[in-house]
């Protein structure tokens, strides 16, 4: 089967929407202080000074800015799922915009480490992160917003 006739499946279902044109992830939103999680928070609040347990599910910012970067150039143990052969790729710690959280995700192909500095604006986009016989697993990735 062709890449183009493979069915497109999130590798990590209710993590994110699979919607190419606006893609965003999924989180909750602490009902008693306002507090975002990603991934989604479903028991406590996390928030030290907050005893809630009530959440609601939220879409998350697109974009923010980048805090941290770094390159991986080793195959991650299991149960990451590595292309074979693995090829290095760089990992984006982004500050969203709205929810002033920090989420980490891999940086889409075709950006070069130089190309990147602290504090520069990203936009989340989405990408494959391995396939099968059958299927394209997609995941949420992280685009330098000029690149958009």
């Known amino acids: 089967m062709s890449t ?7 590798a990590v279902e209710g993590w994110f929407e699979m919607n190419a044109a606006a893609p965003h992830l999924i989180g909750t939103r602490c009902k008693s202080c306002a507090t975002y999680f990603f991934p989604k928070e479903t028991t406590f609040c996390r928030n030290p000074g907050c005893e809630s347990a009530e959440f609601e599910e939220v879409p998350l910012s697109r974009s923010g800015t980048l805090w941290s970067f770094t ?3 080793y195959t991650p143990p ?3 799922v590595a292309p074979d052969p693995f090829v290095p790729y760089l990992i984006a710690a982004v500050e969203l915009a709205t929810e002033k959280i920090v989420v980490l995700g891999q940086i ?3 950006v070069a ?3 990147l500095s602290a504090g520069m604006k990203m936009e989340l986009a989405l990408d ?3 396939e099968d016989d059958d299927n ?3 995941v949420w990735k992280w685009k330098p ?3 958009a």
């Open 113 to 115: 480490i130089g190309e």
């Open 4 to 10: 183009t006739q493979k069915k497109l499946v999130p």
């Open 136 to 138: 394209r697993y997609v």
């Open 145 to 147: 917003a000029a690149k």
């Open 71 to 73: 390159s991986n150039a």
């Open 78 to 80: 299991a149960p990451y």
């Open 108 to 110: 889409v192909p075709g």
């Open 128 to 130: 494959t992160l391995y």
